[in-house]
């Protein structure tokens, strides 16, 4: 006997220290006591128990802890999300309210394996996508925005001038010098839609695809547009001999309000 068991993560895996306990507490009593927080799969995953105990664990996750297993084999797997508009000035969409809302729809099939193959939905907020969703789901879901990203020149020429530390002051060594806002953004633009003109940042926001590079490096002068959605993108995979495959965007704008 060594069973795992997979345990649906909370969305952006917010934790209680009290939630931790009673999950701790109870695969010590029923399993190993060895649990991993968080693989690739995005679940907590309980590591190594008796067939015996599968029936009361999942008794006990569901009736005391109000705590549903995770999706495993050829069904919906799991949803997972980034931290979204909890904790990130550039979200653009509630990825935690999207993530809860698609679990509970689909819990039938989470729970039922009936699909010839498993299926992921993930929700990143940004197209940042820090949950991966472009290339480790089948169906993504990215936030973005319609209209144009939002400037603050006098911020831009701060950065400029060295009184503000790009990429929010992270790796900056003693190696790199003087901020160049012409190397580490205009000539990285993937399609050259930023230059300068009269002292002042322009873009043509029609050609901009939303890489988020110019908005991360400058993160006090450049922001997401107001006009935000949601990008949904279908088909990504990871094959082991060529890597990850990108997902094929096929609704390039939708709007994400509740329900």
Not at 105 to 119: G, N, V
Request: hydrophobic share 35%; charged share 20%; aromatic share 10%.
């Amino acid at each position: 006997h060594f069973h795992t068991m997979r345990v649906n993560q909370p969305a952006s895996k917010f934790y209680t220290s009290d939630y931790l306990r009673s999950l701790c507490d109870l695969w010590d009593y029923r399993g190993s006591g060895m649990m991993n927080f968080h693989g690739s799969t995005g679940d907590i995953i309980f590591l190594g128990t008796f067939t015996e105990q599968l029936e009361p664990i999942f008794f006990e996750l569901g009736h005391k802890l109000q705590q549903d297993l995770g999706g495993s084999g050829s069904n919906l797997r799991t949803p997972a999300c980034c931290i979204g508009k909890a904790r990130c000035e550039w979200s653009c969409i509630d990825t935690q309210d999207l993530c809860y809302e698609m679990t509970h729809y689909y819990q039938d099939e989470l729970h039922r394996p009936a699909f010839p193959y498993k299926f992921k939905f993930k929700f990143d907020g940004c197209p940042n996508c820090c949950v991966a969703s472009i290339a480790r789901s089948d169906m993504s879901f990215i936030g973005t925005w319609k209209d144009d990203i939002r400037i603050d020149q006098k911020a831009v020429k701060a950065y400029m001038g060295g009184e503000i530390l790009p990429n929010g002051g992270a790796h900056r060594g003693k190696d790199w010098g003087a901020f160049d806002l012409q190397k580490e953004v205009l000539d990285l633009c993937p399609t050259n839609c930023m230059w300068m003109e009269g002292g002042k940042l322009m873009i043509d926001n029609k050609e901009c695809n939303r890489c988020m590079h110019c908005i991360n490096v400058m993160p006090q002068a450049l922001w997401p547009g107001k006009e935000t959605g949601v990008s949904i993108l279908l088909g990504a995979k990871a094959p082991i001999l060529e890597g990850a495959q990108m997902a094929l965007l096929t609704i390039p704008f939708m709007t994400a309000e509740p329900p």
